[in-house]
């Protein structure tokens, strides 16, 4: 399969402030976020963009429903996300 990029996020008008400064990813741990995105299952790649008004992780994947996976399991985990509040990340176009 060919590899795409997914975009993935929230911003202002996906995200309640709340929810965005708590998928904030400051300074401290940026390293480790990219390190475990990088060893996730079908993620090649990752890029993650975080300001005060949004959060975005590029993943380039040959695998994007498995990546996408992948994202979700990590959210999970490491900010306590459940499956239903999975509506306010969104796939980004443009």
């Keep these: 399969m060919e590899p795409t990029l997914l975009v993935i996020g929230l911003n202002h ?3 309640s402030l709340g929810m965005r400064e ?3 990813i400051g300074e401290n741990r940026r390293y480790k976020v ?3 995105l990088k060893s996730a299952e079908g993620i090649e790649e990752a890029v993650v963009l975080s300001t ?3 959060t975005r992780f590029l ?5 994007p429903t498995l990546a996408a ?3 979700l399991q ?3 985990a490491d900010h306590g996300i459940k499956l239903d509040r999975v509506g306010t990340f969104l796939p980004l176009a443009g």
């Design 34 to 36: 990219l390190q475990q």
């Design 69 to 71: 996976n992948s994202l």
């Design 52 to 54: 005060c008004c949004r």
């Design 59 to 63: 993943l380039w994947a040959s695998e």
């Design 74 to 76: 990590f959210l999970g």
């Design 13 to 15: 008008r996906t995200a």
């Design 22 to 24: 708590r998928f904030w």
